[in-house]
């Protein structure tokens, strides 16, 4: 399985190789996570990342415990992106 990248703050190095979205869902498929983001120019985007990956970008949303990470910003790249 190829997996995405995504990231809950801005990264450092390759700025231009990032997109910007907000999460619309976050859902597991096959054993792994597939966050739904809506990028700014309006198209809806699904990466497929590991549950660890999911838990860490959690993590670092700037969100109460428990909280929805729905509507919350992130930085992403598709697979080759």
């Known amino acids: ?30 054993g792994h996570c597939v966050v739904t983001v809506l990028a700014e120019d309006g198209e809806t985007v699904e990466l ?3 549950l660890a990956i999911r838990e860490l970008v959690l993590s670092r949303l700037d969100i109460d415990d428990g909280a929805s990470p729905i509507g919350e910003r992130v930085w992403y790249r598709k697979r080759g992106g």
């Not at 399985?1 to 096959?30: Q, V």
């Open 48 to 50: 497929t990342v590991t």
């Open 1 to 30: 399985m190829h997996h995405d990248r995504i990231h809950a703050r801005k990264p450092t190095h390759d700025l231009e190789r990032w997109s910007t979205g907000t999460i619309e869902s976050i859902d597991e498929r096959d």
